[in-house]
């Protein structure tokens, strides 16, 4: 009698039943996946904000770049086909710069790029992703906006540009997993006209 | 230990080891997630902080051009100087302090906004010391120590300038430099902050503007039909006793829509009772948005007809003529047909022309692109229709009165606005008036000031004008002898002359750089004048009776008119002998249609004796200096007068540029007292005059077209020189078109009477590029070249 108790709890150390053993594997199941997901969006979320960023940065320096350009640019067009209409808005500018070339900025909306050309040569891609205001209609306004004095003299230049980043993984539908466009919007005077 | 207990914990120690893996695995991983997350918000936060330091370095460099320009302003024109261009050598002696006495006088003035040397050496040295004073200049580093310096090139390298109290990354620093074989001076400006820089450059060019379209010591009357582009001064009143009811005002100013109908000369008198009691800044408009201009308007009965948010003189005339409400008035229906405009009635046709020329014609390249075309006429020029797009006013620029406002009104007993009527359009950084204009802010010009300016005129002509006219005859030319030529008043055309002369007559006729004798007292017609044309007169005219000396007088008796001594048994003294007839010692000259390329000039009259030393331009009259003049080019001679004005030479062009009418102390005429309106209003004669004009005192009636300054000369003063037989100041003054009887003036026919012939059409325009002769004592000036902008350069 005294040795039947002990036999109950050999066997019972001996090993789980398999009862056990599926609830087990089911939860370790359960917990590996989430840990997974959870691991999954963490990178999602990380090659988002990286991508974001970077956008971001390259989106300054192009509109810092495009900003300078219009500082420093003098015979800008297009004007205004009626000279008493002071503003117009439109997906392409060509204006000379400090060293007389003719630069043509132009957003490709069909390409979802912003170009530059320099003196008539091939178009250069300054950003990719990039798409233009529209409005509520669905009506497209136009990338940039030259407001003139007497239909001539550039004395303001506009720019509202969105920009996506170059992402294409889009299967996890998370928040936090789509890269979130970036909007520049900037405003300048050309120096060498209106100082 | 028993063995069961072991089993247990060996199992209780195993388990705690997988959750230990497990943890440790899923701290690494998050702990690098975390970590790699930290480092991109931290890179993403360390662009934004470039990126605002870029923002802040490029704004602060900015700051630093502009803080620059009006530094350099301020100092610059501290540097008094009479010579007139300031070319490369002189700007480069003027910037160093290297000027000799063959660049004529410079005067510093001591500086006014700190205190430092009164004299320094040149305007690098003057900068200088301005950036000495400076309490936010400061040395963030060891290479700023010891600055400001200047450096042998005379480039001047300052110390930087905090932007903010208590930061010591954020600030700017200049750097002035003259560039060689130029008058320009390049400014760098460097924006700090923190560790990001930004570099600026831009050019100012030294050089000597007078900016005003007249500038005068005499009173200024500007009648209607005249519009002036450029501002006005006049120091008149500043003299003790000067400034009394019986003088008059500094300057009077009549509406151009004047002398149309009952009604609207009602509208603009009430309008200028509300703008004397309500035109908060002396624009001579009123702001119907504006809490307290806006007051005004209650019962003047207009309203802002144009939609310019202003109320003036031409909202008046709108609401009188536009009989459609389309806010313009058509008074050429056929330009108004060609421009397109639709709708276009006849609402001010024939009324007067003159008027309507004078404001549709104004300004052709109104969007400033260099040349006149289609868009500009969309612009509203020449366009058939008088409307907003006209920005009429009566002057474009600010008024400038050496005497104070409330010293004016109350010597007046009126308000200054109810004298000086019509609006006036400034810059946006501008002031429409300025009383109480310092000797400095506005300056007086004398006779004596232009002797050697003058003196280059008379070594540049001939004594040869007889074998000229000779010339001038063989080459079909005509000379009528004074004998026979008919008596003309003077001023021509005057109902009411002082005096008459039998001029003789050189017609068709080509001189070049040649001397009239004293006593001429010509008429020229239909001639070329090439080089320069220097009327000789005697300078010591003092006598008080130089004037009157010989005058005559017209005496009708029935069918006969003849001519007698105004003054008979009068006298004047010229070295110690009486002479009877000052006329054969002076000059009194008219030139009628007559072509100019180069410049009138004289000898400089001792004294003002405007019957005596008086010149008379008359007819279609052109002056150019320039072979590259865009005009000139449209002339139908156009070629042939450039070839002419190359043949002088670059050396006598640059002197001839200088000033078109040379003559201080002389009365100058242009245009006629009798209105000569062609059929065709484009064909009507009128004088082209360009340039500098020195004169004592000047009038411009009828048909003129001025591009440039007037500078008058003469001071009137009671008691003395024309003065001196009770002549009163108020009479002694430079007029610039009509002037009726509802004016006060009792000589200006009145429309509708026999001898009304129109209002005349007077366009004057100031030339910022015009040359100016030495002599003029001015400050130094610079001005921004804006094409010289560059991002970028020496850091």
Redesign the interface.
């Known amino acids: 009698m005294n040795q039947l108790p002990r036999n109950r709890v050999r066997r019972a150390r001996r090993g789980f039943s398999l009862i056990e053993m599926l609830v087990a594997l089911a939860i370790c199941s359960a917990l590996l996946t989430a840990t997974l997901v959870s691991l999954y969006a963490s990178f999602r979320a990380y090659q988002s904000t990286t991508e974001q960023a970077s956008t971001h940065v390259i989106g300054r320096v192009v509109m810092h770049r495009v900003m300078a350009l219009v500082r420093n640019g003098i015979g800008f067009g297009p004007v205004p086909e009626d000279p008493r209409e002071n503003s117009i808005a439109t997906d392409e500018i060509t204006f000379l710069d400090e060293d007389e070339r003719e630069i043509t900025l132009r957003l490709d909306r069909t390409h979802s790029v912003l170009l530059m050309r320099v003196d008539g040569g091939q178009e250069q891609v300054l950003l990719d992703g990039v798409s233009g205001p529209i409005d509520t209609d669905g009506t497209q306004l136009g990338a940039f906006q030259l407001e003139y004095e007497n239909g001539y003299k550039l004395i303001k230049a506009s720019f509202d540009l969105t920009v996506a980043a170059d992402d294409t993984v889009q299967d996890l539908a998370i928040e936090g997993n789509d890269v979130v466009p970036i909007r520049l919007v900037g405003s300048t005077a050309p120096r060498r006209i209106i100082w | 230990m028993d063995r ?1 207990c072991q ?1 247990m914990h060996r199992r209780k120690h195993a388990r705690r080891g997988v959750a230990s893996v497990l943890a440790m695995l ?1 701290l690494v ?2 702990g690098s ?1 975390a970590a ?2 930290a480092i ?2 931290q ?2 936060l360390r ?2 902080d470039s ?1 605002l330091k ?1 923002s802040r370095a490029q704004s602060a460099a900015e700051s630093g051009l502009v803080f620059a320009q009006r530094r350099l302003e301020t100092q610059t024109a501290r540097f008094v100087i009479t010579k007139g261009v300031v070319d490369a050598s002189f700007a480069e002696k003027l910037w160093m302090g290297t000027w000799t006495s063959g660049d004529g006088t410079v005067t510093i003035s001591p500086a006014t906004d700190f205190n430092g040397p009164a004299s320094p050496l040149g305007i690098a040295a003057a900068v200088r010391d301005a950036h000495l004073a400076d309490a936010s200049a400061f040395a963030p580093a060891a290479e700023h120590q010891g600055l400001p310096e200047i450096l042998q090139d005379g480039t001047l390298v300052t110390e930087p300038v905090r932007l903010e109290q208590g930061n010591d990354r954020l600030w700017f620093q200049l750097i002035y430099e003259p560039i060689p074989n130029t008058s320009n001076v390049r400014v760098t400006a460097i924006g700090n902050d923190g560790e990001i820089r930004r570099t600026l450059s ?1 050019e100012f060019k030294l050089g000597k503007k007078i900016e005003y379209a007249v500038i005068s010591p005499n009173r200024i009357m500007i009648g209607k039909n005249v519009l002036v582009e450029g501002p006005l001064g006049t120091r008149y009143g500043t003299n003790p006793g000067e400034l009394t009811a019986a003088n008059g005002d500094p300057l009077v100013m009549r509406s151009d829509f004047r002398y149309l109908t009952t009604s609207l000369t009602t509208k603009i008198d009430a309008l200028a009772i509300a703008i004397a009691a309500h035109d908060i800044d002396g624009d001579g408009r009123l702001r119907p948005a504006h809490p307290s201009e806006g007051q005004g308007l209650a019962g003047v009965g207009v309203t802002d007809e144009d939609g310019d948010e202003y109320v003036d003189d031409f909202d008046c005339f709108l609401s009188e003529y536009d009989t459609n409400g389309d806010a313009m008035v058509v008074w050429d229906p056929s330009r108004a047909s060609a421009a397109g405009v639709s709708g276009a009635g006849s609402e001010f046709v024939g009324i007067d022309n003159q008027l309507a020329r004078l404001i549709d014609l104004s300004m052709p390249d ?4 260099g040349v006149v075309d289609a ?1 500009d006429v ?2 509203g020029y020449s366009d058939g229709v008088l409307n907003s ?1 006209d920005h009429y006013a009566k002057v474009k620029g600010r008024l400038v009165f050496g005497v104070e406002e409330q010293a004016w009104e109350s010597t007046a007993g009126d308000h200054w606005r109810n004298i000086a009527q019509g609006p006036v359009q400034v810059g946006r950084d501008d002031v429409p008036v300025k009383f109480g204009a310092t000797t400095e802010e506005l300056r007086v010009v004398q006779t004596s000031d232009f002797t050697q300016a003058a003196a280059w005129y008379a070594a540049n002509v001939q004594n040869n004008f007889a074998q000229q006219v000779t010339a001038g005859v063989a080459a079909g030319g005509t000379f009528t002898a004074a004998s026979s030529a008919p008596y003309e008043a003077v001023p021509f055309g005057s109902s009411a002359a002082y005096d008459y002369y039998q001029r003789p007559i050189y017609q068709n006729m080509v001189f070049r750089d040649v001397k009239i004798p004293k006593g001429t007292n010509a008429l020229f017609k239909n001639c070329r004048f090439e080089g320069t044309v220097y009327i000789e007169t005697e300078t010591a005219c003092n006598d008080v009776n130089w004037n009157y000396t010989g005058a005559l007088k017209q005496v009708v008796s029935g069918s006969t008119v003849t001519y007698e001594p105004r003054f008979p048994g009068v006298t004047a003294q010229l070295n110690g002998s009486a002479q009877t007839n000052t006329r054969q010692h002076s000059n009194s000259i008219r030139f009628d249609g007559c072509t100019f390329l180069g410049s009138i000039a004289g000898d400089t009259p001792a004294e003002y004796t405007h019957w005596r030393n008086k010149i008379q331009i008359t007819g279609s009259t052109r002056f150019y200096s320039d072979p590259n003049d865009a005009e000139l080019a449209l002339q139908p001679d156009g070629s042939q007068l450039r070839g002419i004005l190359n043949s002088l030479g670059a050396a006598k062009l640059d002197n001839l540029q200088r000033s078109s009418i040379m003559m201080p102390g002389w009365s100058v005429d242009v245009g006629n007292f009798t209105n000569q309106v062609s059929a065709d209003p484009d064909l009507t004669a009128r004088v082209k005059l360009k340039g500098t004009v020195i004169a004592g005192i000047m009038d411009i009636r009828g048909t003129a077209d001025v591009l440039g300054t007037l500078m008058m000369t003469f001071r009137p003063i009671p008691g003395e020189g024309p003065l001196f037989y009770n002549g009163q100041p108020e009479a002694f003054n430079t007029t610039l078109g009509y002037f009726g009887s509802l004016d006060g003036d009792g000589e200006g026919a009145l429309p509708g009477s026999s001898t009304f012939s129109g209002f005349g059409e007077i366009r004057l325009r100031y030339d910022p590029d015009a040359k100016l002769p030495d002599g003029i004592p001015w400050p130094a000036s610079v001005e ?1 070249v ?6 970028g350069g020496r850091a």
């Open positions: 069961s089993h899923f991983i998050f997630l790699a997350m991109v918000a890179g993403n662009t934004a990126s870029v831009m109104r969007n400033e692109d868009r969309r612009l797009f921004p804006a094409d010289s902008y560059r991002e």
